[in-house]
């Protein structure tokens, strides 16, 4: 067995040419279980926006803004402004960027699976408060236990999922997450279509289907086995190789048995990780797990997955029209994942993040020339530039859905070592949550400001991440997850940051 002494914060030599293995049934069975999680994070994300704009949802809670809807003299951009309304949406991240942070020693100490069994179950008690809701505060309290839920699958999946996956498989499989999420989507957008015409209880049953992807989460938590990292991590070698042998297909894994042992004595070596995160030694990690999620939610995606329905009506499409259409964005979201699936593990993840935002500036452009041009307040616009708006947000979306969706949860769930696997992964996730949470409750007051121009301020952003990107990002395409270190030492900025403990080989 490959030995050698640890260097602080990596495995002690590359061994990734001695890796054998292959894709088994048993991996590929466990991370789709796995990533039904994501389903819950994307069918919330779709459902909340579509039931914003149902009448009996709003007559129910938020008259004034039903009220507001119906003024003729109101600001088309202004009639959804309302802070309350905006908290329906926001409170559920706040909730899950708390839960995000509590759930890194829960991972940690007790494996990956306990978290996504605890997610399923606060998620499925969160849709049954917002089903049976009868007032705001039982409805917030749901949106708060979905939150919950939320911060303990979103924190434990992608590392699941990245710990389970080959190496050469890493990428392809760590998105079945951003499947399962763009799935939730299309499915939310499919539900409200529908529930829109069953007055007026339709958006009860908008909320309540939310306990589909939560029962199969929690059941199928309860019969995933842990990643080897985590079995070994806590002191279980021997049944930790036995399921590194199984999901690998094979007896020879004296290599990436080894790279894990080395990782997980480190690991169990550090007692305060978090604390370890802002060592000099981590610095790209941590810097990766921030600007990542933070760009992720900067593209502006949230403003269409969140408030489509509201979104295209505030462009003057009618009800039904912006329902159709922010189920067609859906549909397309969904569909784009699986070119990054195809692509990410032969292209790279760079060439998909840097591609992703090119196209995805000039789209945002556009729309804001489009929207300040020949879309009017309080007029419908021609229809041949409506057609051209929703084409050009599909093309948005789908050149999110091949790049910044997915991969701003697998880059920085690969990155980290052992040590500091599960606090990175916490970060990565609370910073999402937060800006999610800043963006959902800012986003109808922007769009209330900045009108046409809210496309032009996110353009701003993914020029900038980009440009980021671009520079600062090194290719993670076929590096081991135990080797990420040896990664920055080749980088041309971050040889300069990473402290020289690192043999080359």
Sequence with gaps: MAGGSLTQGSVSKKRAAEYKGRVTAYVVISCIVAAVGGSLFGYDIGISGGVTSMDDFLLEFFPSVYRKRARAHESSYCKFDDQKLALFTSSLYLAGLVASLLASPVTRKYGRRISIIGGGVCFLIGSVLNASAVNLAMLLLGRIMLGVGIGFGNQAIPLYLSEMAP?????????????????????????????????????????????????????????????????????????????????????????????????????????????????????????????????????????????????????????????????????????????????????????????GGIIMVTCQVLVAVLLGLKFGENQEPPQIYSIVVVVLICLFVLAFGWSWGPLGWTVPSEIFPLEIRSAGQSITVAVNLLFTFILAQALLSLLCSLKYGLFLFFAGWITIMTIVVFLFLPETKGVPIEEMAFLWRKHWFWRRVVPPQFPEA
């Design 167 to 355: 190496t050469h498989m890493r990428g392809g499989l760590n998105m079945m997450f951003q499947v399962a999420t763009t799935i939730g989507i299309f499915t939310a957008n499919m539900v409200n279509f529908g529930t829109q015409k069953l007055h007026p209880w339709g958006w009860r049953l908008s909320l309540g289907l939310a306990a589909v992807p939560a029962i199969l989460m929690t059941v199928g938590g309860i019969f995933l086995p842990d990643t080897p990292n985590s079995l070994i991590e806590r002191g279980l070698r021997e049944k930790g190789r036995k399921l590194l042998e199984r999901i690998r297909g094979t007896r020879d894994v004296d290599a990436e048995f080894q790279d894990i042992i080395d990782a997980s004595e480190l690991a169990n070596s550090i007692e305060h990780p978090f604390r370890n995160m802002l060592e000099r030694r981590n610095r790209p990690e941590l810097v990766m797990s921030i600007i990542m999620p933070t760009f992720q939610i900067l593209t502006g995606i949230n403003s269409i997955l969140f408030y489509a329905p509201v979104l295209f009506q505030t462009m003057g499409f009618g009800r039904n029209a912006a329902l159709y259409s922010s189920a067609l964005t859906g549909g397309v979201l969904a569909s784009s994942t699986f070119i990054s699936i195809a692509t990410v593990d032969r292209l790279g993840r760079r060439a998909l993040l840097i591609s």
